[in-house]
């Protein structure tokens, strides 16, 4: 977990005075103002306390991600209404007293987990949702060219594709990478990350009248730890803007995400999943992929067409909201605020007609390196590996096993073919050379000549 630091995004640039208040949305002090219902939060707490065993006042408040001042109006109430009791105590402080459930509160529990099976931080508002997604929005971010060219370091790219990339970042709207496979069309989509700057928000779980969806993703999102106690990030003793109060623990602060999807995707991966067990959501891809990047890696190859993917997508990429269904039938607007990034090694006349590509809108075309870029990309590579390059060697790869086969160059070929000779040195116990003789033993593991 990356740790932030004063006006910093985690990725050394730093934050706008906007940004950066944004970070330290503070905490509710009252029921009132964390906006959702009293009986939510009840349920959730004696939910909480039902998992805990015995958990202390302080446990449970870290575990609904709110402070004690507003758990302790429900507690009042929880045990005025004799669904818990205090079993011990850590300390003096009242913040130290172990609660269980009474027999009352077990049915009560039980009762509440019927309703649903969510137990974990006190969601939001989806009215503050759309609020913050709002002044996050990637419009509001600009990338430039130092930035890109920091992000590709690693790569060896044209000219013009280097070109291409920042634009259709600081679009914040769609993207079609595509050319043949293993030139770097996936690691250009993961640099694309790297470009988006700044710390966001994202909230745990999101309240929709009174349905629970569940948006932070451990699998997904990079949160960002704090310096203060409990993940606070507490410069100069407290947060800008705020005076003493702490920043909202309902909400991660994160990295702007960045998601990739390949050939499993489905049209159900769009929509808001609704567990009939746990009677709670999940959000969808696009959902959790807000104010960041969503990539749809192989696209072409999913089980669903191409031109199913792209008609479910045509509102949201060009009106920049989504549309989405509750198991009630209601229908919900959300922000589709995010970079959509299709990558294919397909070719694009297969995937659909003009009409079809015309609703993406930027393309970059990934082609094969010449023979000048081949030869620096196994530079770069041997370096990498540990094993002294030889232009001798490089030209005779080049010589031997692609001008005389009519084999095109491909970007991966160097990595793989570099891995080879570690893998043949490993067994040998030998320190590997790129000299002829090991490029021959690689080589003749790695190419499959009749298909040439």
């Known amino acids: 977990m990356e740790v932030l630091t004063r006006a910093s ?40 306390i039902y998992y805990g065993g015995r958990p202390s006042a302080r446990a449970i408040a870290s575990r609904m991600a709110i402070p004690f001042s507003v758990l302790e109006e429900v507690l009042t109430f929880l045990k005025r209404e004799q669904f818990i009791e205090v079993v011990g105590s850590g300390g003096l402080s009242e913040q130290q007293y172990q609660y269980a459930l009474t027999s009352k509160g077990v049915d009560k529990a039980a009762e509440a987990l019927e309703r649903n099976q969510y137990v974990g931080a006190t969601p939001v508002p989806f009215e503050a949702y759309l609020d913050v997604i709002a002044c996050q929005a990637l419009e509001k971010i600009s990338v430039d060219a130092a930035v890109v060219d920091r992000a590709l370091a690693g790569l060896v790219l044209g000219k013009k594709t280097r070109s291409l990339v920042g634009p259709a970042v600081n679009s914040g709207r769609s993207l079609l990478l595509y050319g043949d496979p293993g030139n770097g069309k996936s690691s250009i989509a993961k640099a694309l990350g790297d470009m988006m700057p700044g710390a966001i928000l994202i909230p745990y779980a999101v309240d929709i009248n009174g349905q629970t969806v569940r948006v932070f993703d451990p699998r997904v999102h990079r949160e960002i730890a704090g310096g203060g106690e409990n993940g606070n990030h507490v410069p100069n003793g407290h947060p800008p803007g705020n005076g003493e109060r702490r920043r909202d623990q309902r909400w991660a602060i994160s990295r702007r995400p960045l998601i990739t999807t390949g050939g499993e995707l489905t049209l159900a991966d769009l929509e808001l999943r609704f567990s009939p067990v746990s009677k709670f959501y999940i959000a969808p891809l696009q959902m959790k992929a807000n104010c960041g990047v969503l990539v749809i890696d192989d696209f072409g190859r999913q089980l669903v067409l191409p031109k199913e993917l792209l008609n479910r997508w045509i509102v949201p990429m060009e009106a920049r909201v989504d549309h989405l269904t509750l198991n009630t039938g209601e229908t919900i607007e959300i922000p589709f605020e995010l970079l959509l990034v299709f990558s294919t090694n397909i070719p694009p006349h297969q995937l659909g007609d003009e009409a079809f590509f015309r609703r993406i809108r930027h393309k970059i075309e990934v082609g094969d390196p010449d023979e000048a870029a081949f030869l620096r990309i196994l530079q770069l590579v041997c370096a990498a590996k540990g094993i002294a390059f030889s232009m001798d060697g490089g030209r005779y790869l080049i010589e031997h096993y692609y001008l005389p086969k009519n084999r095109n160059f491909r970007g991966v070929h160097p990595r793989d073919i570099v891995d080879l000779l570690l893998d043949i040195g490993s067994f040998q116990r030998k320190q590997p050379q790129f000299t002829p003789e090991w490029i021959d033993l690689a080589c003749a593991s790695y190419f499959i000549e009749d298909q040439v």
Do not use: C, H, W
């Open 9 to 48: 995004t985690g990725d050394g640039r730093p934050l706008d005075q906007a940004a950066e208040a944004l970070l330290f949305l503070p905490q509710p002090e009252t029921v009132e103002e964390t906006g959702i219902d009293f009986g939510q939060l009840v349920e959730l707490s004696v939910k909480t």
